[in-house]
């Protein structure tokens, strides 16, 4: 088993790893470059906790080697904060209590980021459907909802760029 | 006491901690991503038959962490973007087989031409899976309660398969031979998937029932059926997803409905005809019973569907 060497950037600072195939990339995320913010719960492509954007739309980084991030583009959660100011999705979680124990947060607030970089309107049943690939087990998933139409407004507000 | 306590916090602090860090990996495997189609087969041919191919890995890297599965080679083939398109010529729909379940599901001519591979490509597993996943991988993979598979058979679909110097294609009708198994040889790529268009007289539609939004089918049933001047059916295929090895057709059910207007005593006639032709096997996600019970209704469903959609899309362009 021969290592590959990896290029890649995350939230936009480059990096060049030898990575062991076999490695899924939230391992990589978690134990190589220390952004512990994607998490890994099911590790069996269920519950979203680490879900992460590559080339702009949001996968399970659990389902995905770390080697074919090559020559990517990711967005973990804590690229979303900028200069220690709350990115509007972060806000709004908080705002419209989107979380109770905060677990699978990190992979809702990535899915929503998706979501609302897509530059249209969703209805609720919309919402639910796009994030029917994260699990919550402590919300009952209505103040998640409720957050991501708060982000959207709060966005909007500010010329509606999800940057 | 005191002592005994600090003990047995320190132990399950470490065994947490322990478990904690134990994620689920493959075994050891050499990893090549060639950069085009020719690079890709002449891996293929190279690398022997103990190699996987990894198109969207959505169902490959859970078998590969499982280690239900342990190729000595993956190839993965998720760089080659001449193989994600979807095409549209005279009487032909041609999509790539990279292209994702995602892309399907969004494309706005794919759901005016055929609206069951939206409804398809809709239901699979969840989005954040659907940006990866493609449809040349549900295909391939075969599992039983694969989508795609059954829809292919039903919209009877060809399959391009190229390995190095030579291009077959292959009817979707004998493509799947069993569970996870079909007619690709080791050193073989599907490329891509052609699905013919006919006028506005036919019609397709899928059904299924899952557990969970992201969970496997329980059963399916994808139909296409064709109408005559006078509004009867003309020919039907029936294929149905979770209910036995491979996408089973309902040859009889299929029989039974031409001719006739589909009305309630005819759906259900068809529907135990198409259940008689399935062999669902229970397992964790439902019983067999369970299955057929589901199985007529849905059948019942996609063939009503199919034939809304034959009559109203000649309705529709007249």
């Not at chain 1, 030898?18 to 099911?42: F, K, Q, W």
């Not at chain 1, 992979?107 to 994030?131: A, C, H, P, V």
Request: aromatic share 6%; net charge positive; glycine share 8%.
């Amino acid at each position: 088993m021969k290592k590959v060497k990896t290029t890649f950037k995350v939230n936009g600072k480059p990096f060049e790893l030898e990575l062991e195939p076999r490695r899924l990339l939230v391992s990589v995320l978690r134990e190589d470059l220390g952004l512990t913010g994607t998490h890994n719960a099911c590790d069996s492509t269920n519950c979203g906790a680490c879900t992460v954007l590559v080339d702009g739309k949001a996968v399970k980084s659990c389902t995905m080697f770390g080697v074919q991030a090559n020559g990517k583009e990711i967005l973990t959660i804590e690229g979303l904060a900028k200069d220690g100011d709350l990115h509007p999705l972060q806000k709004a979680f908080i705002e419209k209590q989107g979380l109770q124990c905060g677990f699978c947060t990190p992979g809702m607030i990535m899915t929503s980021y998706w979501m609302l970089s897509q530059n249209r309107d969703f209805s609720d049943e919309e919402i639910k459907r796009m994030l029917s690939g994260n699990l919550c087990r402590c919300t009952g998933y209505y103040g998640i909802v409720e957050s991501v139409k708060y982000a959207k407004n709060l966005m909007s507000k500010k010329g509606g760029d999800i940057e | 006491m005191e002592m005994h306590a600090h003990l047995i916090v320190f132990i399950s602090r470490k065994i947490f901690l322990f478990i904690g860090s134990f994620v689920m990996f493959p075994r050891p495997f050499d990893y090549f991503s060639p950069k085009n189609l020719a690079e890709a087969l002449e891996l293929l041919q190279t690398l022997g038959a103990d190699t996987k191919i990894l198109a969207g890995g959505q169902s490959l890297i859970p078998a590969l962490k499982l280690r239900t599965l342990s190729p000595k080679n993956v190839v993965d083939i998720t760089g080659i973007k001449e193989l994600s398109y979807i095409r549209k010529t005279e009487n032909m729909l041609k999509i790539g087989a990279l292209t994702t379940t995602g892309a399907i599901e969004n494309d706005s001519e794919i759901a005016a031409l055929l609206p069951i591979l939206t409804e398809t490509a809709s239901e699979i597993a969840d989005p954040l899976v659907r940006n990866l996943g493609t449809v040349g991988g549900d295909i391939c993979h075969a599992a039983p309660a694969n989508d795609f598979p059954a829809v292919m058979v039903a919209l009877n679909a060809s399959f391009t398969i190229a390995s190095k110097g030579r291009t077959r294609t292959v009817q979707a009708d004998s493509f799947f031979i069993n569970k996870f198994k079909t007619a690709l040889k080791p050193d073989e790529v599907l490329t891509e998937i052609q699905i013919p268009l006919k006028e506005c007289e036919v019609g397709s539609a899928y059904r299924k029932v899952k557990k969970g939004s992201g969970g496997f089918a329980i059963a399916g049933a994808a139909a296409q059926v064709s109408v005559a001047d006078d509004n009867a059916v003309s020919e039907c295929r029936i294929a149905m997803t979770a209910v036995g090895p491979k996408p089973m057709r309902a040859p009889e059910a299929e029989k039974a409905l031409v001719g006739k207007n589909p009305e309630a005593a005819v759906l259900n006639s068809i529907a135990k005809l198409a259940v008689e032709a399935s062999e669902p096997v229970s397992d964790v996600t439902a019983s067999a019973e369970y299955r057929r019970k589901v199985l007529g209704i849905l059948v019942k469903d996609a063939v009503e569907a199919s034939y809304k959609r034959a009559v109203m899309g000649c309705y529709e362009k007249s």
